[in-house]
Each structure stands twice: as structure tokens, then as C-alpha cells.
């Protein structure tokens, strides 16, 4: 059996931090919304799972502190 936490988690939080209670004209409205959320949540959300900083600080953070390699 395959764990989906982590899926849940995501669109349980998009259902009430973004869509629970709205009303939609169009599906292409939904999508819009649900993809603007998206990407706000994988870009400048603070994650408890990464000691509450944005997937983008943390992967900067991340990245500078990678030890650099010399040029062959």
C-alpha cells in the first residue's frame, strides 16, 4: 500500500484555505484559482516541515550552503 499523506495534506489545505466556500463561474475560474494557490503554496507558503521558511528560501538556503566544487 501506498502512502498518500502528503497529497492529502496538500489539497486538504488548498479545499480550506482557498476553495472552501467559493463559487466558481466557470471550471476555468476553479483552475485558475487552484493553480495560482499552487503555486503560491510551493513558492512562498511557510512550511512547518522546513522550520517555517518558503520552499524557495529553503532550497536557496539549501543551495548556499553547498560546498563548491572546483572546475576540472
Known amino acids: 500500500c501506498w502512502d498518500n499523506a502528503c497529497s492529502e495534506t496538500l489539497f486538504g489545505s488548498l479545499k480550506v484555505e482557498r476553495l472552501h466556500g467559493q463559487r466558481f463561474k466557470t471550471k476555468r475560474e476553479a483552475k ?41
Do not use: G, I, K
Request: net charge negative; charged share 15%; proline share 5%.
Open 32 to 72: 485558475d484559482e487552484a493553480v495560482a494557490w499552487l503555486l503560491w503554496y510551493n513558492r512562498a507558503r511557510l512550511h512547518s516541515t522546513l522550520a517555517y521558511v518558503s520552499p524557495m528560501q529553503y532550497e536557496q538556503d539549501w543551495l548556499a550552503n553547498q560546498p563548491r566544487q572546483a572546475n576540472s
